[in-house]
Protein backbone atom coordinates (compact mmCIF):
# COMPACT_ATOMS: atom_id res chain seq x y z
CA UNK A 1 0.00 0.00 0.00
CA UNK A 2 2.89 2.38 0.49
CA UNK A 3 4.07 1.65 -2.47
CA UNK A 4 1.41 2.53 -4.35
CA UNK A 5 0.79 5.94 -2.10
CA UNK A 6 4.59 6.78 -2.97
CA UNK A 7 4.41 5.96 -7.05
CA UNK A 8 1.26 8.33 -6.84
CA UNK A 9 3.08 11.01 -5.21
CA UNK A 10 6.21 10.44 -7.44
CA UNK A 11 3.58 11.01 -10.56
CA UNK A 12 1.78 13.82 -8.99
CA UNK A 13 4.92 16.20 -8.83
CA UNK A 14 5.76 14.98 -12.09
CA UNK A 15 3.14 15.98 -13.79
CA UNK A 16 2.90 19.16 -12.00
CA UNK A 17 6.60 19.90 -12.90
CA UNK A 18 5.70 18.76 -16.26
CA UNK A 19 2.45 21.62 -16.80
CA UNK A 20 4.42 24.16 -15.23
CA UNK A 21 7.43 24.03 -17.46
CA UNK A 22 5.15 23.72 -20.47
CA UNK A 23 3.79 27.04 -18.83
CA UNK A 24 6.93 28.62 -18.20
CA UNK A 25 7.87 28.11 -21.97
CA UNK A 26 5.25 29.45 -23.36
CA UNK A 27 5.22 32.61 -21.65
CA UNK A 28 8.69 32.66 -22.30
CA UNK A 29 7.95 32.42 -26.46
CA UNK A 30 4.58 34.63 -25.82
CA UNK A 31 7.07 37.51 -24.55
CA UNK A 32 9.69 36.76 -27.14
CA UNK A 33 7.03 37.13 -29.81
CA UNK A 34 5.73 40.44 -28.37
CA UNK A 35 8.84 42.10 -28.11
CA UNK A 36 9.62 41.02 -31.91
CA UNK A 37 6.31 42.97 -32.57
CA UNK A 38 6.97 46.09 -30.63
CA UNK A 39 10.36 46.40 -31.92
CA UNK A 40 8.61 45.97 -35.80
CA UNK A 41 6.11 48.39 -34.64
CA UNK A 42 8.71 50.79 -33.71
CA UNK A 43 10.85 49.87 -37.08
CA UNK A 44 7.79 51.15 -39.25
CA UNK A 45 6.92 53.88 -37.01
CA UNK A 46 10.78 55.42 -37.77
CA UNK A 47 10.02 54.91 -41.33
CA UNK A 48 6.88 56.63 -41.50
CA UNK A 49 8.24 59.99 -39.02
CA UNK A 50 10.21 62.83 -40.95
CA UNK A 51 13.33 62.38 -40.09
CA UNK A 52 15.54 64.70 -37.65
CA UNK A 53 18.54 65.60 -39.65
CA UNK A 54 19.33 65.53 -43.49
CA UNK A 55 22.67 65.01 -44.73
CA UNK A 56 22.98 66.31 -48.51
CA UNK A 57 25.14 67.90 -50.77
CA UNK A 58 25.20 71.68 -50.51
CA UNK A 59 27.36 73.81 -52.65
CA UNK A 60 29.67 70.91 -52.98
CA UNK A 61 29.97 70.18 -49.56
CA UNK A 62 28.13 67.58 -47.23
CA UNK A 63 25.83 69.68 -44.87
CA UNK A 64 23.72 68.34 -41.83
CA UNK A 65 19.96 70.52 -41.95
CA UNK A 66 17.72 70.47 -39.52
CA UNK A 67 14.38 69.63 -40.29
CA UNK A 68 12.25 72.72 -41.43
CA UNK A 69 15.27 75.02 -42.02
CA UNK A 70 16.18 75.37 -45.32
CA UNK A 71 19.85 76.26 -44.33
CA UNK A 72 22.42 74.10 -43.05
CA UNK A 73 23.59 74.19 -39.34
CA UNK A 74 26.81 72.27 -40.14
CA UNK A 75 29.06 71.58 -43.21
CA UNK A 76 31.68 67.95 -42.88
CA UNK A 77 34.81 68.18 -43.89
CA UNK A 78 35.35 65.80 -46.56
CA UNK A 79 36.01 65.48 -50.19
CA UNK A 80 33.05 64.58 -51.90
CA UNK A 81 34.44 63.61 -54.60
CA UNK A 82 36.67 60.60 -52.78
CA UNK A 83 33.23 58.85 -52.36
CA UNK A 84 31.60 56.33 -54.31
CA UNK A 85 29.17 56.75 -56.72
CA UNK A 86 26.36 55.28 -54.66
CA UNK A 87 27.54 57.85 -51.75
CA UNK A 88 27.46 60.67 -53.67
CA UNK A 89 24.06 59.68 -55.04
CA UNK A 90 22.46 59.50 -51.91
CA UNK A 91 24.19 62.85 -50.34
CA UNK A 92 22.27 64.05 -54.13
CA UNK A 93 19.10 62.61 -52.50
CA UNK A 94 19.79 63.62 -48.88
CA UNK A 95 20.46 61.10 -45.99
CA UNK A 96 17.47 60.98 -43.18
CA UNK A 97 18.86 60.37 -39.91
CA UNK A 98 16.24 60.43 -37.10
CA UNK A 99 18.28 60.93 -33.64
CA UNK A 100 21.05 62.25 -32.21
CA UNK A 101 23.01 59.38 -32.05
CA UNK A 102 22.74 58.28 -35.66
CA UNK A 103 23.77 61.91 -36.45
CA UNK A 104 26.85 61.60 -34.68
CA UNK A 105 27.71 57.99 -35.48
CA UNK A 106 27.24 59.71 -39.20
CA UNK A 107 29.86 62.94 -38.45
CA UNK A 108 32.55 60.02 -36.74
CA UNK A 109 32.15 57.99 -39.60
CA UNK A 110 32.91 60.66 -41.71
CA UNK A 111 35.55 62.96 -40.25
CA UNK A 112 36.36 59.93 -38.78
Same mark, same amino acid.
Given at each position: MRRIFDKRIYFTILAAVTVSGFLVICTLGQTVRKERIESKLEAAALEEAEPLYIVREHNGKIAIFCR $?????? /?? !? %??? =?? !? !?? *?? *? /? +?? !? /? %? $? =? $? @??? *? +?? @???YIQDVEG
Open positions: $GNPQPF /RY !L %EFN =IS !L !LP *DF *D /R +EQ !L /R %E $G =I $G @LYT *D +EE @LWT
